[in-house]
């Protein structure tokens, strides 16, 4: 997914000021991810452009058998799919080692998703 239609679906998953939140919202994530492209950390890899991005893909992360087999049946990450396993991680994706219980609040979620659909600069 290129960086425009990105920032599309993020314009059209929440209005401005979620974006916000969903900034707040990222520091449940950032202990075990990183956002800069390459810096995947042995705990989680790296979040860039995950809206749209091939499931259980990214060069250089050693993913759990549990996802590597999700993926098969689910190709990329939609908003829908990410909403589904930050709600509940285990129950998505049986087996995966995700250490979190997930996102309970579904608005958060969302601003979440919307935040990280959102294109940052490449170097």
């Known amino acids: 997914m290129t960086g425009l239609v990105a920032a599309a679906l993020a314009a059209a998953l929440q209005p401005a000021a979620d974006i916000n939140e969903g900034m707040r919202a990222w520091r449940e994530c950032v202990a075990c991810h990183a956002l800069e492209p390459g810096h995947s950390s042995p705990a989680g890899p790296a979040l860039d452009a995950i809206v ?19 993926a098969a049946a689910n190709p990329r990450w939609s908003p829908d799919l990410l909403d589904r396993f930050l709600a509940n991680p285990e129950a998505t994706v049986p087996g995966t080692e995700m250490g979190y219980v997930g996102m309970a609040d579904p608005a958060r979620r969302r601003a979440l998703i919307a935040w990280l659909a959102v294109p940052r600069r490449r170097n």
Not at 52 to 64: C, I, K
């Open 52 to 70: 749209g991005r091939p499931v259980a893909a990214l060069p250089g992360f050693n993913y759990s058998p549990a996802l590597r087999r999700f």
